[in-house]
């Protein structure tokens, strides 16, 4: 067990930052700008007290946050700085009540850090936990939709003052709707929603997921100056699995309807396994061997350079990279049949039945 | 009709003169502190090989400015202004900066109304009552070097003009640097670039002016240019207001150069040298760039830089183990003294290379143990071939093109190399890729493809990459467009299309 974060001080915001982008399974985004935006608030207001989801009471508001619209203008369109507090505050003043905590939705990638500036600038402790434990492309793909719990109401604002709150009938409508509204906002806005009590946050979310990505950060920071492996070291914190190493030899992308979509093959020794993303790699299975699976989603899959343990997300794939494909299992809260439909690789279109990514590599120990 | 180009790199000045596409003359000089001096060297050493008749151009490429900054050197204080507001604040310029290059540009930031949102609407409009009031404080600080940057001013420069056309008002002898002309979509690094550029342009006025002089004394009348990142050619009194464009025309030159000798568009080019082999992928006669923000003296940049990979090999390398390691320690320029080939005590690179007859430029051959000699020139070639491999693009044997003085390390029989060329006059292949280099235009925008369809975007972009090309002094009838891509933005069900377009022409 790892130790739990309490405070999120400056000087950590650069390991919590690379331990995000490992998580982001390839997409999520760069957490570079979050990481800056998150730092200069903690310089101004000080650190981030971190609460752990026992310890909250049960009827405690609870309100996950993130950024929503293309990562693009988001490295165009430096935000304002209040975005996030104007949600929050839109948000409450609708509920009625006072938030007692904020939370991330998305521990992978560039959302992991947003509500981080919040949490320093109000002065609110923020939740270890999160509601994916990787990366999803969309709003609807975190695991409080499969405890029925409603991302309404949900506030977006832009830079200019605008809030726009949004209820709806389901989460999906959610989706797509808040994505629709943020074109209108610039193409990228904050975002309050899923409010949830304590008793909800420790049922629904996925605990501990800040103090992985921290701890994901320091472990690969140290084996990078010491002696260590960089890969054993991420492999002992994320309990995960060695899958393939070898060099990338194709890469396949294209866009579909604003989704980064495509493959890569990577190959050693005649083997040659081929990893499918959309926005964040979905399923790896060899080619030839009737195209067993390695490691198929909700389980994560990372791609990390073999010698030096960096990620490497989609945007980076290149013919010649060294990399190592590694598998960690996913939260238990993905693997009920209705985890496994919204957030499996079946959601993106793939047919293969959903095997954990640990009975996977059992088998492939057991036959070579 | 004859052009010059002379590369200026740490250790050494090269210089060639080129009649047509032929090299009809060529030297190497020591680089000096302050440039222009070795510059001067070079050219009188060219100039008695060949006394030229028409020479069109002289093209520079120079690695004086970068350096500039990575020493943290000659750097002018600047203002920061951004046009930005409402948004925009979050994080201020000059933001995760290394503190020395901080101070010196100083800790002068202004945020004003202005800039576009992605689809070019305005985020506010342009208020010229603030930007009279910034201008007087920037005047009241004593200051003449103003950055602007506007968000997506790469897409719409509008409120970038105007706003600098109202500083420079204000402000006497204001400079203005504007981002939309230095960098691409990425707010910070292309305001980064900006600041850089702006602390640079009063070591920019005074190198660029003690080259002119160097010309003046040795009666050349023609044309100077300075080499840009991209392997093409700026004006003079362009690099003047520039100088962060030349950064990276180090690599550049050479690879461009080793495209032109071998008469080769694709493949890959290894230069070898004292102390590193620089290996990078030319694609239709260019380096391929890299696709991931490049630091500058730790200053995070967008600019388009070759993709270069570096590895600890070269003539001066030390062979260590038995033969089993070669570097990263070299002796450099020091090679002359210390290698054993010329009664050193040290084994080197070069000293195996010899040993091998692939070079004989020492006066004597060692005598070395053989089962040395040849694990050594193992290792040598398969960090070569690794290298190689890494850098490909695709699958399968690529041309490989050797330059540089070390390239005597290895033999022919490279691994994974459809074909090795030597082209002639390899050892000149960075002066030679000044001096062939041609005169560009650039565009990279995001489109709305509400109003006009894809093919009407991609044509607008194609007239304006020709007009900046012709603007900054290409002969119009041999522009032509060399790059061209389209990205639809990614995480948004609109119909925004970033468009990039490159155009080249003779000088």
């Given at each position: 067990m790892i130790d739990p974060l309490k405070q999120i001080r400056f000087e950590d915001m650069k390991t919590l930052a690379t331990g995000a982008a490992i998580l982001?399974?390839?997409?999520?985004?760069?957490?570079y700008r979050g990481r800056l935006i998150a730092e200069l608030a903690i310089a101004e207001h000080g650190p981030i007290r971190v609460v752990q989801?026992?310890?909250?009471?049960?009827?405690d508001l609870v309100v996950p946050m993130w950024n929503i619209g293309a990562p693009v203008i988001g490295i165009e369109r430096?935000?304002?700085?209040d975005e996030g507090v104007r949600a929050l505050r839109a948000l409450e003043e609708f509920l009625g009540q006072k938030a007692v905590a904020l939370s991330p939705v998305?521990?992978?990638?560039?959302?992991?850090?947003?509500?981080l500036r919040v949490a320093s600038m109000t002065g609110l402790p923020v939740v270890?936990?999160?509601?994916?434990?990787r990366a999803y492309?969309?709003?609807?793909?975190?695991?409080p939709t499969l405890f029925?719990?409603?991302?309404?109401p949900a506030v977006l604002t832009d830079t200019a003052g605008n809030a726009i709150l949004l209820q709806t009938v389901d989460n999906l409508q959610m989706e797509r709707i808040a994505r629709a509204v943020c074109v209108q906002l610039g193409g990228r806005s904050a975002m309050a929603g899923y409010p949830m009590s304590g008793r909800q946050i420790k049922r629904a979310m996925i605990p501990g997921t800040l103090s992985l990505a921290f701890h994901l950060g320091r472990a690969l920071e140290e084996a990078q100056t010491g002696q260590d492996d960089p890969i054993d070291a991420i492999l002992k914190v994320?309990?995960?699995?060695?899958l393939f190493s070898g060099k990338i030899v194709d890469v396949n992308r294209r866009l579909e309807k604003g989704w980064a979509r495509g493959y890569f093959d990577v190959e050693n020794q005649g083997k040659t396994v081929r990893v499918d993303f959309q926005n964040e790699f979905l399923i790896a299975r060899e080619l030839?061997?009737?195209?067993?699976?390695l490691c198929a989603a909700p389980d994560l899959i990372m791609s990390v350079d073999?010698?030096?343990?960096e990620p490497i997300t989609t945007e980076m794939l290149r013919y010649g990279y060294r990399v190592t494909l590694l598998g960690m299992p996913c939260d238990p809260?993905?693997?009920t049949p209705e985890g496994i439909a919204l957030g499996g690789a079946g959601y993106f279109g793939y047919e293969e039945a959903y095997v954990p990514v640990e009975t996977l590599v059992k088998w492939l120990i057991a036959n070579g | 009709m004859m052009r010059i180009g002379i590369d200026v790199g740490g250790t050494n000045t090269d210089a060639v003169l080129l009649d047509g596409g032929r090299v009809v003359a060529k030297c190497k000089t020591p680089t000096t502190a302050d440039v222009s001096t070795g510059i001067t060297r070079a050219l009188e050493t060219l100039l008695k090989q060949q006394r030229p008749v028409d020479i069109r151009a002289i093209m520079i490429g120079t690695t004086h400015f970068v350096n500039a900054v990575i020493e943290q050197r000659d750097l002018a204080e600047v203002a920061a202004v951004r046009?930005?507001?409402?948004?925009?604040?979050?994080v201020p310029p000059r933001?995760?900066?290394p503190s020395g290059v901080r101070q010196l540009t100083g800790p002068h930031t202004f945020f004003a109304h202005g800039g576009r949102e992605f689809?070019?609407?305005?985020l506010s409009p342009l208020d010229p009552q603030e930007l009279r009031q910034i201008g007087q404080e920037i005047a009241r600080r004593g200051l003449r070097q103003i950055a602007v940057t506007g968000i997506f001013s790469t897409l719409q420069a509008e409120d970038e003009r105007r706003a600098g056309r109202a500083l420079s008002e204000v402000v006497p002898g204001a400079q203005i640097s504007l981002s939309h002309q230095i960098g691409r979509t990425g707010l910070l690094e292309r305001e980064n670039a900006t600041l850089l550029n702006a602390s640079l342009r009063p070591l920019a006025e005074q190198t660029i002016s003690a080259f002119e002089r160097a010309l003046e004394q040795l009666n050349l009348k023609s044309a100077l240019y300075l080499t840009q990142n991209d392997g093409t050619i700026m004006r003079a009194a362009f690099a003047r207001e520039?100088?962060?464009?030349?950064?990276?025309?180090g690599p550049t030159n050479s690879m461009r150069g080793a495209a032109y000798l071998s008469g080769l568009k694709d493949g890959i080019v290894v230069d070898i040298g004292g102390t590193t082999t620089d290996v990078g992928a030319l694609i239709n006669g260019f380096p391929r760039e890299a696709s991931v923000a490049v630091r500058v003296g730790g200053v995070r940049t967008n600019f388009r830089m070759p993709d270069v990979l570096s590895i600890g090999?070269?003539?001066?390398s030390l062979v260590t183990a038995g033969g089993a390691k070669i570097g990263p320690l070299s002796v450099g320029h020091r090679l002359t003294q210390e290698a054993l080939s010329f009664g050193g005590p040290v084994l080197t690179a070069s000293d195996i290379a010899i040993a091998r007859g692939?070079?004989?430029?020492?006066p004597q051959r060692p005598q070395l143990d053989p089962e040395t000699v040849t694990r050594a020139s193992e290792a040598i070639k398969k960090m070569v071939e690794e290298a190689i491999d890494r850098m490909k693009i695709a699958r399968g044997a690529v041309p490989v093109i050797l330059v540089g003085g070390?390239?005597?390390?290895?033999?022919?029989?490279?691994?994974?190399?459809a074909a090795v060329y030597r082209p002639a006059h390899f050892e000149a292949a960075n002066a030679v890729g000044a001096a062939i280099a041609q005169i560009s235009g650039e565009v990279d925008r995001v489109y709305?493809?509400?109003?006009?369809?894809r093919t009407a975007a991609l044509a607008d972009a194609k007239r304006q990459a020709i007009e900046r090309a012709v603007a900054a002094g290409a002969q119009p009838e041999t522009v032509e467009i060399v790059d061209v891509f389209d990205v639809p933005l990614a995480?948004?069900?609109?119909q925004a299309t970033r468009v990039h377009v490159k155009a080249v022409g003779d000088a």
């Open positions: 982001g399974t390839g997409g999520g985004g760069d957490p989801p026992r310890e909250l009471a049960d009827d430096i935000e304002k700085g998305e521990i992978g990638g560039s959302n992991s850090t947003m509500p270890d936990c999160d509601g994916m434990g492309p969309e709003v609807q793909m975190i695991t029925g719990i409603p991302a309404s994320t309990r995960g699995f060695r030839g061997r009737g195209g067993r699976v073999s010698h030096t343990g809260r993905w693997r | 046009l930005c507001l409402p948004a925009g604040e979050a933001t995760d900066w689809d070019g609407r305005p520039f100088p962060v464009l030349t950064f990276a025309s090999l070269g003539g001066g692939f070079a004989n430029f020492a070390g390239s005597v390390l290895v033999d022919d029989q490279i691994q994974g190399a709305e493809l509400t109003s006009l369809d995480y948004l069900p609109s």
